[in-house]
């Protein structure tokens, strides 16, 4: 998605961009982390930070959606070799990594990355182990340099020593509505004969960007009376089509959170 297609999301990666003090002498912020439900808007906050200042550094690199290329690259026995490589290949350029064993490789990004102003984006960590495994201390790395992490799990970020915990927040009530009127009737605006059913649509998706994109999508086209259908059906079988689809966001929440929904 293009940042112009965003709502709401200028102020807020202005307020993430002041958090790291980028031009502190200090230095005293090097690890910012983000937190906050799946769907929320993690991912595309720090996306849409990374291109705002990653021109700031030496390299940088942004490794969306870490905890499936770790996964899916053999976990604990691969899963960070796997990642040391895109870091590598992101930064450096470096295409050839295959002829090295995993320990050098870790050895190569230790090395390279150290003496150079780097930002790195590790985005969706699962568990406080993947990032032991990857093995980049903080510390160790130049002046100026910062590392981004998002996850869904505050204590991680506890456990990383992270120097800001910055927790997401749902969109605001108009934003929310201009999203849902974006994806449901690609302009900003519902027309009259909409008028009641956006509101009640909003209930369902309450102020999450995922299910009012996943919802409105789901509207586009569709008269009112299958509007009407959808949102009895909604209603009636919470566990069925889009909400179970969003229900691993819901899951994710807190309980007093979940309250609300
Ligand atoms: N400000 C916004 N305006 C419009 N759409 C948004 C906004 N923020 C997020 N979205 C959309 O909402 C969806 C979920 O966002 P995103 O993937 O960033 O969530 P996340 O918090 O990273 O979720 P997860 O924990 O599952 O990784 C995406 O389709 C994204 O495009
Ligand atoms: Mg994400």
């Not at 604990?76 to 050098?104: F, W």
């Not at 120097?163 to 900003?188: G, P």
């Not at 008028?195 to 569709?222: C, D, N, T, W």
Request: charged share 25%.
């Amino acid at each position: 998605m293009f940042a112009k297609d965003l709502i709401g999301i200028q102020p807020r990666v202005e307020e993430l961009e002041s958090l790291l003090k980028l031009n502190s002498k200090k230095d005293d912020i090097q690890v910012l982390g983000v937190w906050g439900m799946g769907g929320i808007g993690k991912t595309t906050l720090a996306s849409v930070l990374y291109d705002r200042i990653s021109y700031q550094f030496d390299a940088s690199c942004f490794i969306e959606n870490f905890s499936d290329i770790y996964r899916n690259s053999g976990g604990r026995y691969g899963g960070a070799t796997a990642v040391h490589k895109r870091i590598l290949c992101q930064t450096m350029e470096e295409k050839n990594l295959d002829v090295y064993s995993p320990s050098e490789i870790s050895g190569i990004v230790m090395n390279r990355l150290c003496d150079i102003k780097l930002l790195v984006v590790l985005d969706d960590i699962e568990e406080y182990e993947q990032l032991l495994e990857l093995n980049i201390d903080p510390k160790s790395l130049l002046a100026g340099s910062r590392i981004i992490i998002t996850t869904r799990d505050e204590h991680i970020l506890k456990q990383y020593d992270a120097d800001i915990i910055y927790k997401a927040r749902f969109m605001d009530e108009n934003d929310a509505h201009k999203l849902l009127c974006r994806k449901a009737f690609k302009n900003d605006h519902s027309n009259s004969i909409f008028q009641e059913l956006v509101p009640e649509v909003l209930k369902h998706a309450q102020l999450l960007p995922l299910a009012i994109g996943v919802m409105g999508s789901f509207l586009y086209r569709r008269d009112a009376m299958q509007w009407r259908a959808t949102l009895d059906g909604w209603q009636n079988n919470p566990n069925s089509g889009i909400m179970k689809v969003l229900q691993t966001s819901f899951e994710g929440l807190e309980q007093r959170e979940r309250e609300i929904f």
